[in-house]
């Protein structure tokens, strides 16, 4: 079974562009998350999808945004980068949202603002 | 603030020997706990799952959970090399499932 796949792996960007990173779930997940990753805070979450509807949203300011398409894929959009949006951005699906249903992560896309 | 706390380390062990990550949460209706284990440069692994009082054991792995002390740790038994890399907590609240991560262990096991 394939695992999360997002694309591309690795990006660079100027300050002041916006950036979109995919991700495709695991198949037969149904629910998509998304995290940014850096070495002083860790993992913070973005947002959660499912069925094509956000269900939860971290603490990030509006430039960061995303959508759910009918078949689990996922998208986020970064605008208007800020230095501070360099990090490994990781995509991570599970079969619904629930308390026992672990999170897969794919191999991330490593953002890097200029 | 749903927190998940984990000392950064680094925690050196020798190959062969236990070693124990640590973590506590404060979210005392969060629900469900997992463990994530993430080499250098690479994405978070699921290594564990624990989601009632008392400890669950797979293979070398043995994942405690204490509801009461909001704590939870992760036993790596017989630890090799191949072990070192950082550990990751994580916790599922009630209601909105969103999984909150600590800022993770980093294992050195030493050969």
């Known amino acids: 079974k394939a695992g999360v796949t997002q694309t591309p792996r690795y990006l660079i960007k100027t300050r002041g562009q916006q950036v979109t990173l ?4 695991i198949s ?12 002083g805070q860790g993992l913070q979450f973005l ?16 430039r960061f945004s995303g959508r759910q398409f009918s078949n689990s894929r996922s998208e986020m959009n ?5 230095l501070g949006d360099s990090a490994l951005y990781l995509c991570a699906s599970s079969l619904a949202p629930g308390p026992t249903s672990p999170l897969h992560f794919g191999n991330g896309t490593r953002l890097t603002v200029t | 603030q749903k927190e998940v706390e984990q000392n950064s ?13 640590n973590c506590t949460y404060s979210d005392r209706g969060s629900q469900s706990f997992f463990w994530y284990r993430q080499y250098s440069g690479k994405s978070p692994e699921l290594i564990m799952s624990i989601y009632s009082n008392g ?24 630890s090799q090399p191949s072990d070192s890399a950082t550990y990751l907590c994580a916790a599922k609240g009630a209601g909105s499932y969103q999984l909150t991560f600590g800022k993770g262990t980093k294992l050195s096991v030493i050969p």
């Open chain 1, 22 to 25: 995919s991700c495709s779930p």
């Open chain 1, 28 to 39: 037969g997940h149904r629910s998509v998350s998304w995290y940014q990753q850096t070495p």
């Open chain 1, 47 to 62: 947002f959660e999808y499912f069925s094509e509807t956000q269900r939860n949203k971290g603490n990030f300011p509006g």
């Open chain 1, 78 to 82: 970064v605008s208007t980068l800020e």
């Open chain 2, 9 to 21: 380390g680094p925690l050196s062990v020798p190959e062969g020997a236990i070693a124990s990550l």
């Open chain 2, 55 to 78: 400890d669950k054991e797979d293979g070398r792995f043995t994942a405690q959970l204490n509801k009461a002390s909001q704590y939870v740790s992760l036993l790596i038994r017989d």
